[in-house]
């Protein structure tokens, strides 16, 4: 039989929550939201298909606008391409740790601590994140600036390209603050079960960043040509808006979790809930980073239009991963809320469940993609060079996509459940199998190109089947000895709540 067949949903859910709960003076478990009672007790497919559907919704948006973006500053030449696609995965590398790494941190303390009835440790947990969130933007700001163009140098960016990633990146990092704090306190509001309103945010700023965007690099009216400048001005301005947004609603107490003032201080043990999974969901992301990132300096010395190539193939790639994140939010927030309440076999089941719609999403685009590339890649350019490049990427990477998918999905999930140490496994065989891998296919084979992307494709299989094969294996089984609820504890209940914590 399963790990934990069914515990009362609200109770501190191990020893160190309960111990938590003691340390805030909230022993006993406050009643439970109707929000938080349906993450526990109803159908799972229906459910997490409905809590994702806001944010797939979201990421489809925003990898449409990043899709656009590029469009746009294709309008500028193959130098403009080639010099964005230098500076893309630094950009993604801070979007997917401050989103999903970090992120998932956050979403899983909080998850965990509203299935337990801890709501005042969720209305603190927020204060961590938001202290979190100013730091880590700072870190982003001085670390891009200073060693930015050292990195894209040796990227292989050179010349106009190099130039316009300065340009690009100047802007972006100065204003890295604001996509932390945005994509943070988008994870606090998810966590809490609500989906919605990161997605009303992102549609609107999506609306307003379309428009400006490109009024500002290629210059309508009165408004002066910036070129690259001007996108990143437009997207720092849409994440600084955004911001703006969820604060104001965290501040307001209108839902499950409220940002106080007083809560803006560290609290070491709840700042510890949130780093636990956040730095190792850091690293994750930062291997898969990594992974372009030494791929995009093996495919530098190929010349312009082999990098932006391959820039505008990896695009693909990387606009999968915020369209898995969006199922992944929901997954984070569900096995968490269910971990948190003792319910693992039921988070696993989620799992499992979740996997499966991200490999089958993730597989259907990637086979699209390789039967007809240009189909893509048309949207950027339509030189020759790079077409072929772009192609050739395509052809053997689309084809294993779902594995993609399906590591992803499980990765959040691990998140949820706070046990992330398989898929940071994952990602790091990953790392290996596509860089040496890739190396030895260029300099050891002289297989050129199409031998390093087949090491690509390769690495997504190996990371998929590992975090697979783990979570099949018991990787979250351990945990179930720490699920047990005080049998002294309190049951909770559905009881009203004061007019300020919507339900």
């Given at each position: ?99 999903g ?38 870190l ?117 979790v ?84 003792g ?16 490999g ?17 890649l ?38 949820g459940?706070g ?10 065989v ?26 690509i494709?390769?690495?997504?299989v ?29 049951r ?12």
């Amino acid at each position: 039989m399963s790990e934990v067949v069914r515990l009362d949903p609200g109770l501190p859910s191990s020893p160190a929550e309960r111990a938590a709960a003691a340390q805030t003076g909230s022993e006993r478990p406050a009643p439970l939201t109707t929000r938080t009672r349906r993450l526990l007790e109803d159908p799972i497919a229906p459910t997490l298909l409905r809590l994702a559907a806001p944010t797939v919704v979201v990421m489809i948006i925003q990898a449409l606008v990043s899709a656009a973006e590029a469009v746009f500053v294709g309008w500028l030449g193959a130098e403009a391409l080639a010099g964005v696609s230098l500076v893309f995965p630094l950009i993604m590398l801070m979007q997917t740790m401050s989103a999903g790494g970090m992120g998932g941190g956050v979403a899983s303390a909080v998850a965990r601590a509203l299935g337990a009835g801890r709501r005042d440790d969720a209305d603190a947990l927020a204060g961590q994140a938001l202290l979190i969130a100013i730091v880590m933007g700072g870190l982003f700001t001085t670390g891009a600036l200073w060693a930015g163009p050292t990195l894209y140098r040796a990227l292989g960016g050179a010349g106009g390209a190099l130039a316009v990633a300065l340009a690009y990146s100047n802007v972006v990092f100065a204003g890295a603050s604001a996509f932390w704090v945005f994509n943070i306190l988008a994870s606090v509001v998810r966590g809490a079960g609500n989906m919605l309103l990161p997605a009303g945010i992102v549609v609107g700023g999506a609306a307003v960043t379309l428009a400006v965007s490109p009024a500002l690099i290629v210059g309508w009216g009165p408004i002066p040509r910036l070129g690259v400048v001007g996108a990143a001005t437009a997207l720092v301005a849409y994440y600084a808006l955004g911001s703006l947004l969820l604060l104001g609603y965290l501040a307001s107490g209108r839902g499950p979790v409220r940002l106080s003032v007083a809560d803006l201080r560290i609290r070491r043990s709840l700042l510890a809930d949130i780093l636990r999974v956040g730095l190792p969901g850091s690293l994750n992301t930062i291997q898969t980073n990594l992974t372009v990132v030494f791929l995009t300096g093996l495919v530098g010395p190929f010349g312009t239009f082999a990098l932006a190539g391959y820039g505008m193939g990896a695009r693909l790639e990387y606009l999968l991963i915020p369209l898995v994140f969006g199922l992944g939010s929901a997954l984070v927030t569900m096995v968490g809320t269910n971990v948190g309440a003792g319910q693992l076999a039921r988070a696993q089941r989620i799992a499992w469940v979740g996997a499966a719609l991200a490999g089958a999403v993730t597989g259907g685009i990637g086979f699209a993609a390789a039967v007809v590339p240009r189909a893509w890649l048309g949207l950027f350019t339509e030189h020759p060079e790079i077409l072929g490049a772009g192609t050739s990427y395509l052809e053997r990477v689309g084809p294993v996509y779902g594995f993609l998918g399906v590591g992803l999905a499980l990765y959040f999930a691990s998140q949820g459940a706070g046990r992330v140490f398989w898929p940071l496994v994952a990602g790091f065989v990953r790392l290996l199998t596509a860089v040496v891998g890739g190396w030895l296919a260029i300099d050891g084979l002289g297989a050129g190109l199409p031998g390093l992307f087949l090491a690509i494709a390769l690495s997504l299989v190996v990371f998929g089947t590992t975090v697979t094969v783990a979570i099949g294996a018991g990787a979250w089984r351990s945990r179930a000895s720490t699920t047990q609820p005080s049998p002294e504890a309190p049951r909770p209940s559905i009881e009203s709540r004061p007019m300020h914590r919507s339900d």
